[in-house]
């Protein structure tokens, strides 16, 4: 698989942090991911939506790994690219690993959950038969202060919010 240049990572990081403000808006955590299909076009979209589908596995990687496998009718998205706002967690990791993706592309690094540096740390592991590319940092100062905006304003609503006892 080519590796495309750095605009074009950027416009498809763009149309992530577009799809995270969306949720961002909707009460969701802010992370938007873009899978690409072999083509280069845009085949599925995700968005955090675990609110709304009262969903703990709906995280916006996971949503646009199974609208992908239905668009190419394949679970393995070999020759796809996922770009996502921000650094997938465990659960992620493990299903963009079992997708066989091409490429993984993420904007803001996660000190909590993030698991690229663990689960997906494998091109030089002997165990490993699927090597992963990854591009961390693409439009990181954007999405990261996306994240912070959202979590300063949850700490705030939450601070002003009467308890209830």
């Given at each position: 698989?080519?590796?495309?240049?750095?605009?074009?990572?950027?416009?498809?990081?763009?149309?992530?942090?577009?799809?995270?403000?969306?949720?961002?808006?909707?009460?969701?955590?802010?992370?938007?991911?873009?899978?690409?299909?072999?083509?280069?076009?845009?085949?599925?979209?995700?968005?955090?939506?675990?609110?709304?589908?009262?969903?703990?596995?709906?995280?916006?990687?996971?949503?646009?790994?199974?609208?992908?496998?239905?668009?190419?009718?394949?679970?393995?998205?070999?020759?796809?690219?996922?770009?996502v706002t921000l650094e997938p967690c465990p659960m992620c990791a493990g299903a963009i690993i079992q997708a066989r993706l091409g490429l993984l592309v993420y904007g803001a690094h996660d000190p909590k959950t993030g698991a690229i540096r663990t689960v997906l740390n494998l091109p030089g592991s002997p165990c490993s038969f699927h090597k992963l590319p990854v591009i961390a940092g693409v439009l990181e100062p954007t999405c990261r202060q996306q994240l912070q905006e959202w979590f300063a304003r949850r700490r705030l609503q939450q601070k002003t919010q009467p308890s209830s006892s």
């Open positions: 698989m080519d590796v495309p240049s750095y605009p074009e990572h950027q416009q498809w990081m763009e149309k992530a942090i577009a799809l995270a403000t969306q949720a961002g808006a909707a009460g969701e955590v802010p992370v938007g991911a873009v899978i690409i299909g072999p083509d280069g076009d845009c085949i599925a979209e995700g968005e955090n939506r675990r609110e709304r589908d009262h969903d703990p596995t709906a995280h916006a990687e996971i949503v646009a790994l199974r609208a992908a496998s239905q668009v190419i009718q394949s679970w393995r998205l070999h020759e796809c690219r996922l770009y």
